[in-house]
């Protein structure tokens, strides 16, 4: 069976996942994208230690069924699209027991045995309901995170409708009293896809959700699901 991509969809979906999830290639070998075809939907996810991406898009493939393909894969697949406008999956072998492919035939010129084990359950990792939710206002928010490239970390300090970011502070619909420490790189990253990879402010206003200090945090567009970013917090 094969399935047929549009290049620029591809690209998308792979760029907005590894390049907030992915900061390095140390150890890249275990890592990869994960494709979970459903009947409606593709999730594309990746994930590490500190972070989780996830993006979602309609499945127009007629296909079911999941597959992980490792980094150095995906990359060779990037420098593929960069030349090319469309890219063929075509897959050997049978699903697993647990709806997994286990070879792919990229373009009838390089075969690929995907890794052979279970993706993390990303599902658990997203389905906690948040407590807390802060609707902040994106360009003031890129403005002072601007400020903070320098740093290797970044104190967001929450309190009666104001958000504190070093010296300076914005307005936000946040009644609770909270501090966050997260990951700059992992943090202008995640406001990179939000914002359309930084060519303009596509939502004035983006969310911030957490359970509180020391929990994982979740950052998406406002009123859409289909992008969201989850960033371990730091001590």
């Known amino acids: 069976q094969t399935i047929a991509f549009k290049a620029d969809v591809l690209k998308k979906v792979i760029e907005q996942s590894i390049d907030f999830t992915y900061q ?23 994930i590490n230690g500190a972070a989780l991406s996830f993006v979602t898009t309609p499945n127009i493939y007629r296909f079911i069924g999941k597959f992980t393909i490792p980094l150095p894969v995906v990359y060779e697949m990037l420098d593929y699209i960069n030349t090319n406008q469309d890219i063929t999956f075509s897959f050997g072998g049978e699903l697993s027991f647990d709806g997994y ?6 373009n009838e010129r390089d075969n690929f045995l995907l890794i052979d084990a279970e993706f993390p359950d990303y599902n658990k990792i997203m389905s906690d309901e948040a407590s807390m939710c802060a609707k902040i206002p994106t360009k003031e928010f890129d ?7 320098n740093q ?10 104001v958000l504190h970011i070093n010296e300076d502070k914005i307005d936000c619909y946040f009644q609770e009293s909270v501090d966050i420490k997260l990951n700059t790189k992992y943090l202008k990253n995640a406001m990179k896809q939000i914002n359309g990879n930084g060519c303009s402010w596509n939502f004035k206003e983006f969310l911030l959700k ?6 994982q ?5 406002a ?3 289909n992008k969201i970013y989850i960033i371990m917090p730091m001590n």
Request: glycine letters at 4%.
């Open 24 to 46: 390095s290639q140390e150890r890249y070998n275990i890592y990869g994208i994960h494709f979970n075809f459903q009947e409606n939907n593709v999730d594309v996810v990746a």
């Open 101 to 106: 492919l286990k070879e792919i035939h990229f």
């Open 143 to 149: 403005d002072l995170l601007e400020k903070c490239q």
């Open 152 to 161: 290797e970390s970044v104190l967001l300090k929450f309190s009666n409708n």
């Open 210 to 215: 957490t359970n509180g200090y020391r929990k």
């Open 217 to 221: 945090v979740c950052i998406q567009e």
């Open 223 to 225: 009123d859409n699901a």
